[in-house]
């Protein structure tokens, strides 16, 4: 079967930097993305990476390695208003966007 | 500025009525997605279309149902709801190929009593 697993929830302080990993199987891959969702809210788009290596795109950084099945989504200099869920999704072979059910990220001033 | 939309808001609905849930695009893009997102589940993918008079299920069909009549619009529509179709749905739309990101409506709380 196909899997994606995110910690369910982490905690990080205002001004740190946290690092919410991401691991998956999937029958093959084309892509993967990032998406941020507040609480009652819809997903918005952060991030793609279909190539290894970091995709820096302000406070907010992509990392992929297909030979591992791994990514992570860093995040500097943190905000109150990360406080968030963030969702990684693969494309698989079909060219299905495949979820993992998200991480819950709590700022703490 | 182009947008997706979805009515209602929220719903309430009694065991075994039919109902059905509007999605609307201003995008003008081929693809529109239907997912229900529960707690402790990722976001799971009930049918999709590429386009005009083209729909296809996902992970999550059994008890729902779409169409597609012009590019604008993909309802979905339960036939007989049960509680365990109790979520939040949201509608997405995306423009070319599956690589392509999706973009999401603000969501429709459906609770079935």
């Known amino acids: 079967g196909q899997n994606i697993d995110q910690p369910t929830e982490m905690t990080a302080t205002e001004g740190a930097i946290v690092q919410i990993n991401c691991t998956y199987q999937?029958?093959?891959?084309?892509?993967l993305f990032w998406y941020q969702q507040h609480a009652g809210e819809a997903p918005t788009f952060l991030s793609y990476?279909?190539l290894d290596g970091l995709e820096e795109k302000g406070r907010f950084s992509s990392f992929l390695s297909r030979s591992k099945g791994y990514s992570y989504l860093l995040l500097k200099e943190l905000q109150m208003k990360d406080s968030a869920s963030y969702l990684c999704?693969?494309?698989?072979?079909?060219?299905?966007?495949?979820w993992g059910a998200g991480t819950k990220l709590i700022i703490k001033p | 500025d182009a947008e997706i939309t979805q009515s209602p808001r929220h719903k309430i609905t009694e065991t075994g009525r039919q109902v059905t849930l509007a999605c609307h695009q201003t995008?003008?893009?081929?693809?529109m997605f239907w997912y229900r997102q529960d707690l402790g589940h990722g976001l799971r993918l009930i049918h999709y279309?590429?386009?005009?008079?083209?729909?296809n299920k996902g992970e999550v069909s059994d008890g729902y149902s779409v169409s597609r009549s012009n590019t604008e619009d993909l309802p979905l529509t339960l036939e007989s709801a049960a509680s365990s179709q109790t979520s939040v749905y949201f509608c997405?739309?995306?423009?070319?190929?599956?690589?392509?990101?999706?973009?999401f409506g603000p969501g429709t709380r459906l609770t079935v009593l």
């Open positions: 999704a693969v494309i698989d072979s079909n060219y299905q966007l495949i």
């Open positions: 997405a739309s995306s423009d070319g190929g599956g690589a392509d990101t999706q973009y």
């Open positions: 990476n279909v």
């Open positions: 279309s590429y386009g005009v008079q083209d729909t």
């Open positions: 999937t029958s093959g891959f084309n892509g």
């Open positions: 995008w003008n893009h081929n693809n």
